[in-house]
């Protein structure tokens, strides 16, 4: 009897997130960082566990070990790498240009290769420690041809003006899926190197106001044209939300595993709502708690210092007479509320119902075809994601 199209299932809850966040974001501050290795895992094993296609979830069986010896020893290569390439650069900038800037501008553009260079095995890490019904995910090898492809597809992205983005992405896109293995089957993206330009379609609209507005204005002297500038401006995050929702949709769709495939329905205004909503949300929550910290540092000080609150502060010489522990006391303040619960909440708000949306927008088609499918064997890592974790690459999940 042939199975039904396979659904998936969300199961991740905002209860459980904010108190694992905050716990693994705590831990991580206090640890000067060395914690974030296991707050990843742990959270990546947190959302993995949400998503269950079909009832059955997704497992993360990656160990924060693998994670800190990578990143540990990815910073000696790249100490290594970047110290001896830019004493070279900096020594023929000084000889022959007399100057450090063409050193500072080379030095970055070599070091763009090794960006992409860990975005490929940072995704080949992630979907080797990746199961789902017991059946390990795969990337195989292609490193070099990703550096190469990723760094000519950017050139001309910037050379277009942005124009050309969806084409890069799909590129990008097609030559890592048809590398990624399910088992024994290996995974195909369909469709041409154009099929994503439809869904930037709102961007482009959004930008061409903002570009035509601010010139108009200019050119003619006239500030009327300004309200096609805010049109376009008001436009661009709608125009965002719409390719983030049909560039997922065109792409899935577009994958092929052996004879099955999928079908996915994510809603542009959905996205939209969720940034719009769980940025307000995130806003409130963070004014809330300033003020609050900021009442109970008030009460200390009344405590250790009454006359201090009496004066009052008429301006910024009084604040600069606080004592140096009231100054450390509001500088950790900051930090805990940009850092710290900024990242809490914007799991909560944002990252995991949009996470929900798509997964339970996306259904897996003909699931009939996975049933023939076997274990792969296990691909080993020296340096995990290390290199993903050295570069400013974000932390992604």
């Given at each position: 009897?042939a199975?039904?199209?396979?659904?998936?299932?969300?199961?991740?809850?905002?209860?459980?997130?904010?108190?694992?966040?905050?716990?693994?974001?705590?831990?991580?501050?206090?640890?000067?960082?060395?914690?974030?290795?296991w707050?990843?895992?742990?959270?990546?094993?947190?959302?993995w566990?949400?998503?269950r296609?079909g009832?059955?979830?997704?497992e993360?069986?990656?160990?924060?070990t693998?994670?800190?010896t990578?990143?540990?020893?990815?910073?000696?290569?790249?100490?290594?790498?970047?110290?001896?390439?830019?004493?070279?650069?900096m020594?023929?900038?000084?000889?022959?240009?007399?100057g450090?800037?063409?050193?500072?501008?080379?030095?970055?553009?070599?070091?763009?290769?090794?960006i992409?260079?860990a975005?490929?095995?940072?995704?080949?890490?992630?979907?080797?420690?990746?199961?789902?019904?017991?059946i390990?995910?795969g990337?195989?090898?292609?490193?070099?041809?990703?550096v190469?492809?990723?760094?000519?597809?950017?050139?001309?992205?910037?050379?277009s003006?942005?124009?050309?983005?969806?084409?890069?992405?799909?590129?990008?896109?097609?030559?890592?899926?048809?590398?990624?293995?399910?088992?024994d089957?290996?995974?195909?993206?369909?469709?041409?190197?154009?099929?994503?330009?439809?869904?930037?379609?709102?961007?482009?609209?959004?930008?061409?106001?903002?570009?035509?507005?601010?010139?108009?204005a200019?050119?003619?002297?006239?500030?009327?044209?300004?309200?096609?500038?805010?049109?376009?401006?008001?436009?661009?995050?709608?125009?965002?939300?719409?390719?983030?929702?049909?560039?997922?949709?065109?792409?899935?769709?577009?994958?092929?595993?052996?004879?099955?495939?999928?079908?996915?329905?994510?809603?542009?205004?959905r996205i939209?709502a969720?940034?719009?909503?769980?940025?307000?949300?995130?806003?409130?929550?963070?004014i809330?708690?300033?003020?609050?910290?900021?009442?109970?540092?008030?009460?200390?000080l009344?405590?250790?210092d009454?006359?201090?609150i009496?004066?009052?502060?008429?301006?910024?010489?009084?604040?600069?007479?606080?004592?140096?522990?009231?100054?450390?006391?509001?500088?950790?303040?900051?930090?805990?509320?940009?850092?710290?619960?900024?990242?809490?909440?914007?799991?909560?708000?944002?990252?995991m119902?949009?996470a929900?949306?798509?997964?339970?927008?996306?259904?897996?088609?003909?699931?009939?075809?996975?049933?023939?499918?076997?274990q792969?064997?296990?691909?080993?890592?020296?340096?995990?994601?290390?290199?993903?974790?050295?570069?400013?690459?974000?932390?992604?999940?």
């Amino acid at each position: 009897m042939a199975l039904r199209d396979l659904t998936t299932d969300y199961a991740g809850r905002g209860t459980p997130m904010f108190r694992l966040a905050l716990k693994t974001g705590v831990l991580t501050v206090l640890t000067l960082g060395f914690y974030r290795f296991w707050m990843k895992t742990r959270m990546r094993r947190y959302y993995w566990s949400a998503i269950r296609p079909g009832g059955q979830p997704l497992e993360f069986t990656g160990r924060p070990t693998e994670m800190l010896t990578g990143f540990l020893t990815a910073v000696v290569v790249l100490a290594f790498y970047i110290g001896l390439v830019n004493l070279i650069l900096m020594f023929l900038s000084f000889s022959l240009f007399g100057g450090d800037a063409p050193a500072y501008l080379l030095s970055f553009l070599g070091l763009v290769p090794m960006i992409f260079f860990a975005q490929y095995r940072a995704r080949r890490y992630i979907l080797a420690r990746t199961r789902w019904r017991g059946i390990r995910f795969g990337l195989e090898p292609g490193v070099k041809g990703y550096v190469w492809r990723a760094s000519l597809w950017w050139i001309v992205t910037i050379l277009s003006a942005g124009i050309l983005w969806p084409v890069k992405t799909f590129e990008l896109e097609k030559y890592r899926t048809d590398r990624t293995w399910y088992g024994d089957q290996r995974f195909e993206q369909t469709g041409g190197r154009w099929s994503l330009m439809g869904a930037m379609k709102h961007v482009y609209i959004a930008a061409a106001l903002i570009g035509a507005g601010s010139a108009a204005a200019a050119l003619l002297e006239q500030p009327i044209w300004f309200v096609a500038t805010a049109m376009g401006a008001a436009w661009a995050p709608l125009g965002l939300a719409h390719w983030k929702a049909e560039s997922f949709k065109r792409l899935t769709e577009g994958k092929r595993l052996g004879e099955a495939g999928f079908r996915c329905r994510p809603r542009g205004g959905r996205i939209v709502a969720i940034y719009l909503l769980g940025g307000l949300a995130i806003a409130g929550l963070l004014i809330a708690l300033l003020f609050a910290l900021g009442m109970g540092i008030g009460i200390l000080l009344s405590v250790f210092d009454p006359e201090l609150i009496a004066q009052g502060f008429d301006d910024l010489a009084s604040l600069a007479a606080l004592p140096a522990w009231v100054a450390t006391m509001a500088g950790l303040t900051a930090y805990f509320a940009a850092f710290l619960f900024w990242g809490v909440l914007r799991e909560v708000f944002i990252t995991m119902p949009v996470a929900r949306h798509l997964a339970e927008s996306t259904e897996i088609v003909n699931p009939d075809a996975l049933n023939a499918i076997r274990q792969r064997p296990r691909d080993e890592f020296a340096e995990a994601e290390g290199f993903a974790d050295a570069l400013p690459l974000g932390d992604g999940i």
